[in-house]
């Protein structure tokens, strides 16, 4: 199974940014072709575990379940950037304010404690965004402009009471999801 242990946008923030994925989608300056992330799948990655076969996942949920990894934070959800630049985009993502530093919290303590398990290190730091876009082909000549104008969106607050290890599996249409298990910071 692939998998990934992730935080999900809460219900009001997911609605608001895809609100905006709607409006995004309607401009003649987005490739034909970008794939959308659909918006019951917002989420922010703490740790991609790749393909993990069935006698691993238990073990996986094992020493995910025994962390700690404190109490309830809130983020804001307040930005629009792209990688490699909003001059080149090919991620369209949406950046975060975590003035506690909690989302960075939870992806070293899974880290950690994936790492003491025999699960492989990530290969890239983490990095608190939310993906909302693919572009596959090159941008058109007018989507930095949109993009930039965007870069001080406002989608909303939330608390971050839970995590969750996901299955995913890849489809045309894009990534299908399914929650394996939730686990509640305390």
Do not use: C
């Amino acid at each position: 199974m692939r998998l990934f242990a992730a935080v999900r946008a809460s219900p009001q923030v997911a609605q608001n940014l895809g609100h905006w994925v709607d409006r995004m989608k309607d401009s003649p300056e987005i490739p034909p072709n970008t794939k959308w992330v659909q918006e019951g799948n917002f989420h922010f990655t703490l740790k991609f575990f790749g393909e993990v076969g069935d006698p691993m996942i238990q073990n996986l949920q094992n020493a995910i379940a025994g962390i700690s990894t404190g109490s309830p934070f809130d983020i804001t959800l307040k930005s629009i950037g792209a990688f490699p630049s909003l001059s080149h985009p090919r991620v369209i993502w949406a950046g975060v304010e975590d003035a506690s530093g909690g989302l960075a919290r939870m992806a070293k303590t899974v880290e950690d404690a994936t790492l003491a398990a025999g699960f492989a290190a990530s290969d890239k730091p983490f990095s608190p965004r939310l993906t909302l876009a693919r572009l596959n082909h090159s941008a058109r000549p007018g989507l930095p402009k949109i993009l930039e104008r965007h870069k001080d969106a406002f989608f909303g607050t939330m608390t971050v009471g839970h995590f969750t290890l996901i299955h995913s599996t890849l489809a045309a249409k894009g990534a299908q999801y399914r929650d394996l298990q939730t686990w509640s910071l305390k």
